[in-house]
């Protein structure tokens, strides 16, 4: 059984760095991969909050985009209210985190995706995660309503209840009795690649129109695919269906 990856999109302080590996290593996290961080690194702010997990900081990893950092992931979820375009399912965290246990018992690396202080995470992100966790948290009668900013929780703090609730499922997760199965999810860079390629070619056959909502599109069949729950053998499986079908269009129609 594997814990969760812990990843930072785009940080902009090493503050919130730091508290988020404290609480990792209050619950049990090691894995934690930042996201082209806009703050020095390593950071000497990081190091100061992270009190006595300095050794997280030390061993995470740095990536330059969310593909490559979720390319091992074979579940993915992200804690954002964000993607108002694609239909996505949204968890609480104690439904997450009973997901991500079950997948972890079944030997599946899992991660969770935090977004950077300011912006969350953009569309394209959440393009590759298999569902979002809101955090409810209690109104503020003395703020508008549209001017509350989705996920009012720090980053550390988010980290921290969601590092709490995986600590906590393990009591409450029973022993595997079942064989487990053959069939192995597909991983994130598996699923790229087959985004990638089918995206290419839905390109070239002139599917994405008009232009100006390509965006949306790519996104929500990304959405659709992910909905699916490929394993790897599947995926690659597509991915031949499409060289099949393009080949027979450059024969003539035959």
């Not at 930072?8 to 503050?15: I, Y």
């Not at 330059?64 to 993915?76: I, N, S, W």
């Not at 992200?78 to 968890?91: H, I, K, P, S």
């Not at 790229?192 to 949306?216: M, Q, T, W």
């Amino acid at each position: 059984m594997t814990a969760p990856a812990i990843i930072l999109s785009h940080t902009q302080m090493g503050e919130n760095v730091g508290a988020a590996a404290r609480a990792m290593k209050n619950f049990g996290l090691t894995d934690l991969r930042l996201i082209a961080p806009r703050m020095e690194w390593p950071n000497d702010r990081a190091q100061m909050l992270a009190s006595g997990a300095g050794d997280i900081l030390d061993r995470a990893q740095i990536h330059a985009d969310a593909r490559a950092a979720l390319a091992d992931c074979q579940l993915v979820l992200a804690t954002t209210a964000r993607g108002r375009d694609v239909t996505r399912e949204v968890l609480t965290p104690e439904a997450a985190i009973a997901r991500l246990r079950q997948a972890s018992d079944a030997g599946l690396k899992t991660a969770l995706l935090f977004g950077g202080e300011r912006a969350g995470l953009d569309n394209d992100e959440i393009s590759l995660c298999d569902a979002l966790i809101t955090i409810p948290t209690a109104p503020l009668p003395q703020i508008k309503e549209s001017e509350i900013k989705a996920g009012s929780l720090n980053l550390g703090q988010a980290v921290l209840l969601l590092g709490y609730e995986w600590l906590k499922s393990a009591d409450a997760t029973p022993a595997s009795r079942t064989r487990p199965s053959i069939a192995v999810p597909a991983a994130r860079q598996d699923l790229v690649d087959l985004f990638e390629h089918l995206e290419r070619e839905l390109d070239a056959g002139g599917f994405f129109f008009p232009p100006a909502k390509k965006g949306a599109m790519v996104r929500n069949i990304r959405a659709m695919i992910l909905r699916s729950g490929l394993t790897d053998q599947q995926a690659r499986t597509i991915r031949g269906m499409i060289v099949a079908l393009v080949r027979n269009k450059y024969r003539g129609n035959a």
